[in-house]
């Protein structure tokens, strides 16, 4: 659906999204190609293009599996580098108490409009990670195709545990975009243990993508 409707200079509009019986009405950038500058992206090592603004494939497709297992109603999830929230949309819609947390401005302002749109209760968190306050706990941490800065990744893992609640779980959704090698190891590194693991094969256009969805508990 478009309309006239601009978020931070971007034209909006409005995708469903069907996932296990939940329906929700996914504000987005009409025509995302469109604001793309792909010379700057090759030439330019300071331009950041909106790549929060695509809805990635594991962060759709791991959803169904996950409401599957889990009776999320009225469990606390942190939703870690949202972007445009699909997995905080659809797990607000099933019920959950949702954070979205995103360090990109523009994308929670998308966020904002969708749960508006949708008359979903989603708590809205313009920062880090590592700025969320360290008391905050979450039956449910998602990181969902989050792995993109290897150098990040110590860090990454020891703050995505140290959110979760006693018997509550992480779970990492990950499509390999690079090599996550070394991530499981720091997750293994600060405490987590995989009790969960499966599979999603997606393509994308003409490429076979092996999206990995484990859940972790901590010891």
């Known amino acids: 659906m478009r309309g006239d409707e601009r978020i931070g200079g971007f034209p909006v509009s409005f995708a469903e999204v069907r996932v296990a019986g939940h329906v929700v009405e996914l504000a987005t950038i009409e025509n995302l190609e469109a604001h793309l500058d792909r010379d700057r992206l090759l030439g330019d090592p300071a331009y950041e293009p909106?790549?929060?603004?695509?809805?990635?494939s594991g962060a759709r497709l791991f959803l169904p599996g996950f409401l599957d297992r889990?009776?999320?109603?009225?469990?606390?999830i942190l939703d870690v580098g949202c972007g445009l929230g699909v997995v905080s949309l659809v797990l607000a819609?099933?019920?959950?108490?949702?954070?979205?947390?995103?360090?990109?401005?523009?994308?929670?302002?998308?966020?904002?409009?969708?749960?508006?749109?949708?008359q979903l209760r989603v708590e809205i968190c313009p920062m880090d990670l590592a700025d969320l306050s360290s008391e905050r706990r979450f039956d449910h941490v998602i990181a969902a195709e989050l792995l993109?800065?290897?150098?990040?990744?110590?860090?990454?893992a020891e703050d995505l545990i140290k959110r979760v609640s006693t018997g509550g779980r992480l779970t990492?959704?990950?499509?390999?975009r690079i090599d996550t090698t070394a991530f499981y190891k720091e997750v293994d590194r600060v405490g987590g243990r995989r009790v969960f693991s499966d599979r999603i094969d997606v393509r994308e256009e003409q490429t076979l993508v092996r999206i990995d969805v484990s859940e972790f508990v901590l010891d």
Do not use: C, I, K, M
């Not at 889990?70 to 606390?76: F, K």
């Not at 990492?172 to 390999?176: E, L, M, P, R, S």
């Open 172 to 176: 990492v959704v990950d499509a390999h």
């Open 50 to 56: 909106p790549y929060w603004a695509l809805v990635w």
């Open 148 to 156: 993109y800065e290897r150098e990040g990744f110590p860090a990454l």
């Open 70 to 76: 889990h009776d999320v109603a009225g469990s606390r």
């Open 93 to 118: 819609a099933a019920g959950a108490q949702v954070t979205a947390l995103d360090r990109a401005g523009p994308a929670l302002e998308f966020v904002s409009r969708s749960t508006e749109r949708n």
